[in-house]
């Protein structure tokens, strides 16, 4: 969904100068297609929420170039969703989605693998991701010691205090200027040293440092990852790949282990239900299950949309089996899976996510065992 | 078409090696030989970076093959220069970048016009393989698929052979210009760079002990720590008090009561902490829980590190009039260690974040940059005379890096690499039977070994093992003896290589895959950056890539 920027162009060779401004996607297509022949490229200019979930399902792997933990842990549900079980609890090869994916920051940066139901997923891992710094609020309030401080500040408190209610915009020249300015004001107060405009776009838009070795080394060796998973010419990267190119070269590859409860390439949620429940009932609980804390939910199952929270006209067309129960609209079967998109509350953010669940109707066939249905 | 505003262009890469970095890559000229894929990779990211000029020497035509792998080529460029085309395109991604090319093969140039090196900062050399390849796939008797090139019988010719390589490193020797060498091959590939010596001032690690000197605190840190009443009653200044200043203060009270020494037993170490958690007067004194977690650096030993004695005990510290201004600074620093630093290195000056009050902490950054600055004068001091003493202008050294080397001279690093043909012709047997034998090491050495082994392949058959079609088994056979005939040449008698290993090397076919030499090329560019750029610590080693399972390695050899 991004377009191309200036600062892109140290590293981001499919732009030139002249591109700036238009859709990434559409541009990187035209760019590959004019010099290479036999393939086919499509640009969709949209975000990754965008597409209906079996969009993704058409694809023999999914190679991930993206910029933040919520969006991989996105793709990485979509992915997951489409895993199945068999009575062994062992996946089904054919359900198998792989996905590549792979990060930067400066000299450093990471590739991966992910075979869901076989190596660890986006989520089985999570803790490998360290909490975002967060200064306390009392620091910035009244005792600052650092540049950031004073940044942050400015952009956290002062902002709101003068400009009431208006949104700040990082990509606003204006916005970031009276930013900087505030923070020159308070450091002067503190007689704290060191901010500076570009510390100022740094911390408010948690610039990441980026050059073109370092994406080459790892897009590179996403790229290789894909190509052997593809062609079958040679074992893969078991699992996790880390690079650090600053001092000297490391580079250390850790196969990490599946974390066999996790909640999206697991074989799902259990969630036992009566038979009378009606979707409706069914959404409101999803909300309240701690397991789950899903609002807004849209329900899917065996690829038909139960009901849609949007676009409007997918709300209007779904909205009438909100009254009915949920054991009929999913064909009066005992058990299957079923899938929930909704929105989840993450460090007091809220998320989309994308959940799988196993549904278990209650009194039916007196089937008591827990293993998951792969299909009615 | 106008030029991107370049601060904004470069902002993403500045905030890593800032303007000082990118003004020697502006400064800095390239040649890189061979533009197969590797080179053309390695070149790419470069250009993108701001580098001063590329010229690019390449004697061969572009041919349908290169369409499979080198991105910088396309339908329009059959036929012409392979030099030309590459230049061409590298040139769109970066117009301030000035991208010569010469119609030559490395070889002749490196035969019959050594000087023409001299004019570069740093040449890459690469190899560029026939290209004359198509890259296909067939179904294997074994019923595995494979990667399998398919070949016209054109000789095995554009590989910079081992012969002149050890000449091109020799030249670049002499004429001091840097030298790094990159190869991908099938699944594997090498980085090897080769100069005399890298000094490095700004290493940048990324993780580094803070220069704080709490077992060693100086006469002013300890007077404002004097200053300090840990035990004052009201709760907010209790809990905003400096851990720099609770240790400091704590470290005194304890050596007063221990004769002199600070805490070293477990018993001791565990005993300090219980006093400091004893001070607390509430839960949420951060700042008592920072002192407890950073009480260790009360325990470490004063002084300098052992990395750092090494290189201020390197011969190269007795400066005469043709040291550089590095091992001159060098030489100041250790006069600084053994008279006014009392056996530390200047004091770098910076403290890290920690709850405070903004007062105090801003005093005390005010003491420790007042320290770092007055051992800096006594530097400059060392620095000057010893200018004078060897015959030079006193002045000839900037004190803007006389600063940086005070505020770096913890973290200073030396690189230094053996030439090609010294590594040929004098071995470490020790190492190489390590590598050869070790679980972690020996596919990678296996690689290495197996990388010059085909050179020599190619040279008694004239194509490279498994390149054309049909006669594998031949090729694998012929193959593992060259291997084994190196590996008696250089005394590893007895080491074998894997059968697998060899007919894997084979499978490759000599074949440059694209995603590999993208690899490749990340690696070196960066490598090269960090040269010229001389911040960071380029790698000490040989890498040898290994693309099956990623467990690359570098092999000091």
New interface residues.
């Given amino acids: 969904m991004d377009r191309i920027e200036?600062?892109n162009?140290?590293?981001q060779?499919l732009f030139?100068?002249?591109d700036v401004g238009k859709p990434k996607a559409e541009v990187a297509a035209k760019r590959v297609l004019?010099?290479?022949?036999g393939v086919n490229i499509v640009p969709h200019f949209c975000r990754i929420e965008d597409k209906e979930i079996k969009f993704y399902n058409d694809f023999t792997i999914i190679a991930l170039g993206l910029d933040s933990i919520e969006a991989r842990s996105y793709i990485n549900a979509v992915a997951c969703g489409f895993l199945e079980y068999d009575e062994d609890d062992n996946p089904r090869e054919e359900t198998i989605k792989p996905m590549v994916d792979g990060g930067t920051e400066?000299?450093k940066g990471h590739?991966r693998v992910i075979m869901p139901g076989v190596t660890p997923c986006f989520e089985c891992t999570i803790w490998l991701f360290p909490p975002q710094v967060k200064f306390p609020l009392c620091?910035l309030a009244e005792?600052?010691?650092?540049a950031a401080h004073c940044i942050e500040y400015a952009h956290l408190i002062k902002w709101d205090e003068v400009h009431n209610g208006k949104a700040f915009d990082p990509d606003d020249p204006d916005h970031m200027k009276w930013v900087y300015n505030e923070a020159v004001k308070r450091a002067d107060l503190?007689?704290?040293p060191g901010v500076t405009y570009?510390l100022t776009q740094?911390v408010v838009k948690n610039?990441?440092?980026?050059?073109?070795?370092?994406?080459?080394?790892?897009?590179?060796?996403c790229?290789?990852e894909a190509?052997k998973i593809m062609?079958?010419?040679?074992?893969t990267?078991?699992n996790y790949?880390t690079y650090?190119?600053?001092?000297?070269?490391h580079?250390k590859?850790t196969e990490f282990v599946k974390d066999k409860d996790c909640l999206v390439c697991g074989p799902g949620v259990l969630i036992e239900l009566d038979v009378s429940i009606t979707l409706q009932k069914l959404i409101d609980q999803l909300e309240e299950d701690p397991k789950l804390l899903i609002s807004k939910a849209s329900i899917i199952h065996q690829g038909k949309n139960l009901y849609m929270q949007a676009p409007p006209v997918l709300e209007e067309m779904t909205r009438s089996n909100l009254s009915l129960p949920l054991y009929n609209l999913m064909g009066k079967v005992s058990k299957d899976v079923i899938h929930v998109s909704g929105m989840a509350s993450k460090n007091d953010k809220k998320i989309s996510c994308l959940r799988k669940l196993r549904v278990v109707f209650k009194g039916i066939d007196g089937v008591t065992d827990m293993d998951m249905a792969g299909g009615a | 078409?106008?030029?991107?505003?370049p601060k904004?262009?470069?902002?993403?890469?500045?905030?890593?090696w800032g303007d000082q970095g990118q003004a020697a890559l502006e400064k800095a000229s390239i040649c890189l030989l061979n533009c197969g894929p590797t080179g053309s990779?390695t070149l790419?990211?470069?250009v993108?970076?701001?580098i001063g000029s590329i010229t690019v020497i390449d004697g061969s035509k572009v041919e349908l093959g290169d369409?499979g792998n080198n991105?910088m080529v396309?339908?329009s460029s059959i036929g012409q220069s392979k030099a030309k085309c590459v230049c061409a395109f590298l040139q769109?991604?970066n117009d301030a970048v000035k991208a010569k090319f010469i119609e030559e093969f490395p070889e002749t140039l490196i035969a019959s016009n050594p000087s023409f090196f001299s004019q570069f900062t740093l040449v890459v050399a690469t190899q560029d393989l026939d290209s004359g390849r198509t890259i296909g796939?067939a179904k294997m008797s074994s019923g595995?698929?494979?990667?399998q090139v398919n070949t016209s019988k054109r000789q095995a010719h554009n590989a910079l052979m081992e012969d002149s390589m050890i000449k091109l490193d020799r030249i670049c020797r002499e004429a001091n210009v840097m030298l790094v060498f990159a190869r991908s091959y099938g699944?594997t590939g090498l980085v090897r760079i080769s100069v005399k010596e890298h000094t490095v001032i700004e290493?940048?690690?990324?993780h580094f002990l803070e220069d704080l000197r709490l077992n060693n605190p100086w006469p002013e840190l300890r007077r404002f720590a004097d200053s300090i009443d840990l035990n004052v009653t009201d709760p907010i200044a209790h809990k905003?008090t400096p851990y720099v200043v609770i240790l400091v203060k704590m470290a005194e009270e304890w050596t007063k009561n221990h004769s002199g020494s600070l805490p070293s037993t477990r018993e001791e170490k565990k005993e300090f902490k219980d006093l400091l958690k004893a001070k607390m007067i509430a839960m949420d004194e951060d700042n008592y829980k920072e002192a407890i977690e950073a009480s260790f650096k009360v325990f470490g030993s004063k002084g300098i590190s052992s990395e750092l004695q090494q290189i201020i005990n390197d011969s190269c510290a007795e400066v005469d009039s043709n040291s550089s201004d590095f091992w001159v600074m060098v030489a100041a620093l250790k006069e600084f260690i053994s008279n006014e630093g009392g056996g530390e290195a200047p004091l770098e000056g910076t403290i890290p974040?920690?709850?405070?009050?903004?007062e105090l902490?801003?005093n005390l950054q005010t003491i420790y940059q007042a320290k770092a600055e007055a051992d800096f004068l006594v530097i400059e001091k060392h620095v000057r005379n010893i200018l004078k003493k060897i015959g030079r202008n006193p002045d000839s050294i900037k004190k803007s890096t006389v600063k940086s080397f005070c505020k770096n001279a913890r973290k200073i690093k030396i690189c230094r690499y053996r030439l090609i043909e010294d590594e040929y012709n004098n071995p470490f047997l020790p190492q190489l039977q390590k590598y050869l034998t070790d679980e972690d090491y020996s596919i990678a050495m296996g690689f290495y070994i197996l990388l010059r082994a085909v050179d020599r392949f190619a040279a008694n058959y004239n194509s490279f093992p498994g390149q054309f079609d049909g006669g594998m088994d031949e090729d694998i056979s012929r193959l593992k003896t060259t291997a084994v005939g190196l590996l008696s040449d250089l005394g590893c008698n007895g080491s074998t290589l894997t059968e697998d290993l060899i007919n894997e090397m084979c499978r490759f076919g000599a074949a440059e895959?694209?995603?590999?030499a993208?690899?490749i090329?990340?690696?070196a560019?960066?490598?090269v950056?960090k040269l010229i750029t001389k911040q960071?610590?380029?790698?000490?080693a040989t890498?040898i890539f290994n693309?099956?399972?990623?467990?690359?390695q570098?092999l000091t050899l």
């Fill in positions: 200036v600062s162009l140290n590293r060779f030139r100068l002249e004019e010099r290479v022949s400066g000299f590739a620091t005792t600052p010691r650092t503190f007689g704290i570009s740094g610039i990441i440092p980026a050059i073109a070795s370092t994406n080459a080394v790892i897009s590179a060796a790229a290789l190509l062609s079958g010419c040679s074992k990267l078991s790949l650090n190119g600053g001092e000297g070269l580079t590859v | 078409m106008t030029m991107a505003e904004t262009k470069y902002d993403r890469q500045l905030r890593i990779e790419k990211n470069l993108l970076g701001g369409l991105f396309d339908d769109e991604l796939s595995l698929y494979l990667l699944l290493s940048k690690p990324d905003h974040d920690m709850t405070s009050s903004t902490y801003v895959l694209h995603a590999v993208a690899f090329g990340g690696i560019s960066q490598e950056i960071f610590v380029p790698m000490s890498y693309g099956i399972d990623h467990k690359s570098l």
